[in-house]
């Protein structure tokens, strides 16, 4: 992780990492998070110049110095299969991308497959770099999941900026975004890998899932098109205590639809109502959409389910 931002070699540091000063962008912000990810446990000085001698001492230097992460050198185009020119951030993940996401991977205790590895690569390069690097090099100007990282410079009527200090701020809030952005990749190709077995073990079109925040939604979906014997209501405890379903919808792109809704007279219902409506003593909530309802217990959001479904 960084622990300082200064003009100059930090001895004391297991790295140090070179950027140049002055205003920075989301294009050298991102490529240092990266860093931070794929160096994790590892302290990190960041030396913002353009000093060339200063810069000839670091362990890496990116956007600056003419190196292999400097997209500004004479003569670069290197470019991604797909036709998209690599800035700085682009090249960084290109070379540190295996090591960021298993570090993530190591910390969640999960381990990934090959194709797991390459799969979370590319998506987060397509999503989440490519519109970085493009607005850098001035080939696409659209509003991505850094944007706002500029607003992070100080302001022209600051009368002594500290670029230093609003570099370090900015790239801590980028590495915590671009961190749980890996967490969510490695969460669903996990749930990927265990849900089709979950789905053709699950009781009575009902499936219960480990926690709320499994990313079931697309393959509970794409299992009920081709099986007869569909899921209708996905199962789990509540964060809050209790348990809660939710219906399954009938496809991805109508979401707050249900193949089977909680029933009409529940709309609305509360622990203070919904007991009596439903007759079900440890019911508490019933969405008004009809989408969701929450209990006390297991057994009762099954039974729950048992009545919506043979109405």
């Not at 931002?5 to 962008?25: C, D, E, K, M």
């Not at 009902?206 to 899921?231: G, K």
Request: glycine share 6%; proline share 5%.
């Amino acid at each position: 992780m960084i622990v300082s931002v200064g003009s100059q070699l930090n001895p004391r540091s297991a790295w140090n990492i070179g950027t140049h000063n002055g205003i920075f962008h989301a294009d050298e912000v991102v490529g240092i998070a990266v860093l931070e990810l794929a160096l994790i446990g590892e302290d990190m000085h960041v030396v913002r110049t353009r000093d060339r001698d200063e810069l000839s001492q670091l362990d890496i230097v990116i956007d600056v110095g003419g190196g292999w992460y400097d997209h500004h050198k004479p003569g670069f185009d290197f470019r991604r299969p797909t036709g998209e020119k690599y800035a700085s951030a682009g090249l960084v993940w290109h070379k540190y991308a295996e090591n960021a996401i298993t570090n993530v991977a190591w910390e969640e205790k999960v381990i990934l497959a090959s194709g797991e590895m390459q799969t979370i690569k590319e998506e987060i390069d397509r999503e989440i770099i490519i519109p970085v690097d493009q607005e850098d090099n001035g080939e696409g100007m659209s509003n991505h999941t850094f944007s706002f990282i500029p607003k992070f410079n100080p302001t022209w009527i600051e009368e002594t900026p500290d670029y230093d200090n609003a570099f370090f701020r900015a790239t801590t809030t980028a590495h915590d975004i671009l961190k749980a952005i890996v967490k969510e990749k490695i969460a669903k190709v996990n749930a990927k890998s265990i849900l089709p077995l979950m789905c053709h073990k699950a009781c009575n079109g009902i499936l219960e899932i480990s926690a709320q925040t499994m990313p079931w939604l697309e393959d509970v979906v794409n299992y009920n098109q081709t099986h007869d014997n569909s899921i209708k209501f996905v199962i789990f405890p509540y964060p809050a205590g209790g348990w809660a379903a939710q219906c399954v919808p009938p496809f991805i792109d109508r979401k707050f639809e249900q193949l089977v809704p909680f029933p009409k007279e529940w709309a609305g219902g509360t622990e203070a109502t919904l007991p009596a409506i439903s007759g079900i003593a440890d019911a508490t909530l019933c969405h008004n959409g009809r989408f969701f309802a929450r209990a006390k217990t297991k057994e009762a959001i099954i039974d729950m389910c048992w009545i919506a479904r043979n109405r």
